[in-house]
Structure formats: C-alpha cells, structure tokens
C-alpha cells in the first residue's frame, strides 16, 4: 500500500524544511504516528481547524492497529504557544465549528456560552490524550505556553530539548487557566506548586520542569528528534493493549478510592490476559526467549 504525502516517514520527523501549508503536518514510520504542529509564524498557537487536526489524529491513533505509539511536537522554535487569540469572531461564532475561540468571549454571548466553548475546545483536545489508546509522548521542542503547556503535560511522557520553557501564562492575561491545567498540576507537582505556576505565571526552564517532575528526560536541542523516536519505538514494540490498559489505571488512579482501583486493576487483568501480546510474553518466558509482540 501506497502512503499519501501526509503519511510518508521523514527520516527526522522534528525536521521539515520545505514549504508545507498544512496546519498539522503526519507521518507514521515503524508504528509511530508523528503528529506535528505547524503554524511557526504563531508560535504554533492553536485555532480550531488545528485543534480539530489534533483531535482526529489521536481518535485515528487509537483506532489504528498500525499504530502503537504517538509522538506529538512542532515545527520551529516552539512547541505551542496556546490557544490562537487571534481566530476571528465570524468563524468562532460559526455552528459547524465544535468550539470557538477565545477572541470572541468579549462579544456579548449568553451566560453559558464561554463554558460550552472550554468543553468542545481546549478540554475536547487534553481528553483526547488523556483517553488515547497509545502510549503518547510529547517532544517538546521549545516553548509550551497555556494551552500548549497543557497539551505537552497531559502526554504520558514528555521530552524536553534544553531550550523548552513551560509557562502557565492564563494568570498574565487575568484568565483562569483551561484546558484541564487545575486538573493536571496538582497530581504531577501537588497542589501547592500547582498554585505557584499558575498564580504567578513564570515560565519554567526546561531543567525546572525536569526538577519538579513536569518532565521525565530533557535533551539537548539536536538530539530531541532522536530521543523521541527511539522512545516511541520502543514503545511501539511493547504490548500494546497491555500499556492501554496500563495507562488507563494510572490516569484514573487519583480520581479513585482503593476498592475502585483494585477493582479496576483486576479487570485490566482480565481483559488483557485474553490477548495475543499477554500469551507470548508468558510463553516466552517459559521458552527462555525475549517476546515478540504484535499489538494484538
């Protein structure tokens, strides 16, 4: 089978020099979705049309048993800056648009109408990688700002390059920080360092973050791309149901008692002791031999 320009692996996925248009640039190389923002102009600041790309991409992941592991990262110098301010009225306002951007909260819309837009935009997208079927990894390449902080830290693992800052810059602008930040900062730092990012609004270096467990590995610049796709395939070879299930534990972990986690946990068990990844793993074991799984 053939691959269309938008699936063709890049032998440096964090390298694409050329022109290209696309809002959202993909590959998938060796079971890796590559999943790549690409608005550098802005700082890779998301507008709905971007946010949607995401969004379909990781439903796609999840979907596809071709794909058993994502990278998401961007072109240029930053990561993402955070929702696009800038999206005109006309099209946030318009009803085939599943949320609208912020630039029109001041336009005189109906009480409900800012909370709706949160649900179908920025916490639409933190979900989708939340709630993705494979393992998720964030490469990021520079600055994550809001929004963009948000995307990078709701991946389940994030690379940093060493030049990457992390902002919570809601508390800047007098906004109350969206797109799931209240809900992410407090299980990864606690919540008395989740108040001081976001009452105060500093930007983390990338060493910070590594520091206060924002960041599992920070990189140097050249070697991010490198990282990311060793990791990610790595993953890629794993059990892939067995590290969907995984996943799914520990993200509802802290939202449950004991009894519901270890109830949670037994039936993770059950449903993956049915398959084909979890058989070979114990016969490969008993055969003295290293596993080959196949996502199945």
């Known amino acids: 089978m053939s691959l269309s320009p938008r699936d063709k692996p890049r032998d440096n996925p964090l390298d694409h020099s050329g022109p290209d248009d696309s809002v959202i640039l993909h590959t998938t190389d060796n079971g890796v979705s590559w999943i790549t923002l690409n608005r550098p102009e802005v700082?890779?600041?998301i507008a709905p049309e971007q946010r949607e790309c995401l969004i379909s991409e990781l439903l796609r992941?999840?979907?596809d048993p071709g794909v058993r592991a994502v990278v998401i990262t961007a072109t240029g110098a930053a990561f993402c800056a955070g929702a696009d301010l800038r999206a005109t009225p006309s099209s946030a306002m318009d009803p085939a648009v599943p949320g609208v951007s912020a630039a029109s909260v001041a336009s005189g819309r109906l009480p409900g109408d800012v909370a709706r837009t949160i649900r179908r935009g920025a916490q639409r997208l933190i979900a989708a990688v939340l709630d993705c079927e494979k393992p998720v990894i964030a490469a990021v390449n520079g600055t994550a700002a809001g929004l963009g902080a948000h995307l990078a830290l709701a991946c389940d693992l994030v690379l940093a390059a060493e030049s990457a800052t992390f902002v919570e810059v809601f508390v800047r602008r007098g906004l109350v920080a969206d797109g799931g930040g209240a809900y992410l900062l407090p299980r990864l730092v606690g919540p008395q360092r989740a108040k001081e990012l976001m009452f105060f609004g500093d930007a983390l270096t990338a060493a910070e973050a590594e520091r206060m467990g924002l960041v599992n590995r920070v990189v140097a610049g050249a070697g991010l791309a490198a990282t990311a796709r060793s990791w990610a395939e790595r993953l890629a070879t794993g059990p892939t149901r067995a590290l969907a299930l995984t996943k799914q534990l520990v993200n509802s972990s802290l939202d449950s008692d004991r009894t519901a986690a270890f109830a949670a946990e037994a039936a993770a068990q059950e449903i993956n002791?049915?398959?084909?990844?979890?058989?070979?793993?114990?016969?490969?074991?008993?055969?003295?031999?290293s596993p080959v799984y196949r996502g199945r």
């Open 61 to 63: 992941a999840s979907a």
């Open 43 to 45: 700082m890779n600041a």
């Open 273 to 289: 002791m049915t398959t084909e990844d979890a058989q070979e793993g114990v016969n490969s074991f008993l055969e003295h031999r």
